[in-house]
């Protein structure tokens, strides 16, 4: 992406077909599914947000999940029906339809509470603006110690200072936390890590950091446990495009904020 941005939206089966084509692509899928395996119990609740073509959702639904999922483009649901169909009619995945906006207004007012753990893969919150109304309607949806695992664009990702569009945000990312540039469906945002923890607060804490991509096949680097401050790892995290980050719900949130 010379520009750093998609001019196409990328959906359905063509999704599909781009994103298992890449060898790094498989092997970033692998390492998020791993680490969702790991942080949860087995028969938990999950929300798959942004679920796209249902791959993730198929995967955690054969691996004993209950699986609610939730996209906001039709073509992706569409395909997802289809893909898994055979697990929404065995009642194991559920799908969700519908704007953001209505996503967001639906379950800050049921406020369920059912959800163990949310996942959000091959960063779908880089496409969302405002990160804590959203980490707002995670906390209505999460049971208490419930956390969300989120895969992230890497604003530190090596691979990107051969572009032009970097060098001319890198300083609002330091000055600043955040920058975005143009994308097909939404600006696409790259957040530094203590924007990120910054804009899920007082919902949610950021506890650990993960590179996208197993350092070896076969292999996952350590996390960072960002409140020990454990940086000496951090050269890890500059050669992934991704970076995987987990946040804990915090409990409980005043009575004096937004529902």
């Not at 060098?167 to 540039?181: D, M, Q, T």
């Not at 804009?199 to 993960?210: D, I, K, R, S, W």
């Not at 991704?242 to 409980?252: C, G, M, N, S, T």
């Amino acid at each position: 992406m010379r520009d750093g941005a998609s001019r196409e939206i990328i959906t359905g089966a063509q999704y599909v077909q781009q994103m298992t084509a890449l060898e790094s692509d498989r092997r970033a899928r692998t390492a998020f599914l791993d680490l969702a395996l790991k942080i949860t119990r087995p028969g938990a609740a999950l929300l798959d947000f942004g679920a796209g073509t249902g791959i993730d959702a198929r995967f955690y639904a054969t691996h004993g999940f209950r699986v609610t999922a939730y996209d906001v483009d039709t073509k992706m649901c569409e395909f997802f029906a289809e893909h898994c169909r055979d697990l929404i009619d065995a009642g194991s995945v559920t799908l969700e339809s519908g704007t953001y906006p209505d996503f967001l207004a639906r379950h800050r007012a049921s406020a369920i509470h059912a959800i163990d753990l949310v996942t959000a893969n091959f960063a779908p919150l880089s496409l969302i603006g405002n990160l804590n109304e959203l980490f707002a309607t995670f906390h209505a949806l999460t049971r208490p110690g419930g956390k969300v695992l989120a895969s992230v664009l890497n604003p530190y990702f090596l691979g990107d200072l051969r572009y032009g569009w970097w060098w001319r945000n890198a300083p609002r990312l330091w000055l600043s936390g955040h920058y975005s540039v143009p994308g097909a469906q939404a600006p696409i945002v790259r957040r530094r890590l203590a924007q990120c923890a910054a804009e899920c607060a007082p919902y949610f804490t950021l506890q650990n950091v993960f590179r996208g991509l197993p350092p070896n096949k076969g292999h996952r680097a350590d996390g960072i446990e960002v409140a020990a401050g454990h940086w000496s790892k951090w050269t890890q995290m500059t050669t992934c495009r991704f970076l995987f980050l987990l946040f804990e719900k915090v409990q409980p949130v005043s009575a004096s904020l937004p529902h």
